[in-house]
């Protein structure tokens, strides 16, 4: 079980999918992670690419996010995201997808969806991250953030158009931050 860190659902437990496809973000790598956005979350409308237990959404949503969503491929990933929102009460403020990251990128885009937070955590094995951040570009608020989570040893690439802004690891697990950059011509 893990648990919401701070925030309205401070303290409440929540479930990660058995198996070996997910791995979820531990309680303080998403502490020191959230501790890195500040006041990013507040009102912020978030998306959570690869979700899993759905744990990075729902920590924003309890630290103020106004909306998720939260998309997955994983048939039993979604179905413990839609159980773990329920438990936490936070059934209008979000919403799951189930499908490939390529096709929700798709339909995100084609509704006109905007988010300032975005946070991809890909299984490690994916390093190449420049067609599934190039594909965010326009999906990107003004002043919205990527967070990446990765293998900390790993060489992570993304999209012409986007700036490093902070970077941490801990242990195994790494994060990046980027901005999208004012000449990159989606802002």
């Not at 998403?30 to 978030?46: I, P, S, V, Y």
């Not at 899993?52 to 924003?60: F, P, R, V």
């Not at 929102?85 to 990128?105: H, P």
């Not at 986007?162 to 994060?175: A, N, S």
């Amino acid at each position: 079980m893990l648990r919401i860190i701070a925030g309205s659902a401070r303290g409440r437990r929540f479930e990660a999918p058995e198996g070996r496809d997910t791995r979820p973000t531990l309680d303080r790598v998403r502490e020191n992670l959230f501790n890195m956005l500040q006041g990013k979350t507040l009102d912020a409308r978030t998306l959570d690419l690869f979700a899993g237990s759905g744990a990075l959404s729902l920590e924003a949503l309890s630290r103020g996010a106004a909306f998720a969503v939260l998309a997955d491929r994983d048939r039993e990933a979604i179905r413990v995201e839609k159980k773990n929102i329920a438990a936490l009460g936070f059934e209008e403020k979000t919403r799951v997808l189930q499908s490939e990251w390529k096709n929700t990128l798709r339909a995100l885009s084609a509704e006109g969806e905007k988010f300032d937070l975005i946070f991809l955590d890909p299984p490690y094995v994916m390093t190449d991250l420049r067609e599934v951040t190039e594909r965010l570009l326009p999906l990107m608020a003004e002043e919205s953030w990527i967070v990446i989570e990765h293998q900390a040893k790993a060489q992570v690439q993304v999209a012409e158009g986007l700036g490093l802004v902070k970077e941490r690891t801990w242990g195994y697990c790494g994060v990046k931050i980027y901005e999208q950059l004012r000449d990159s011509g989606f802002l």
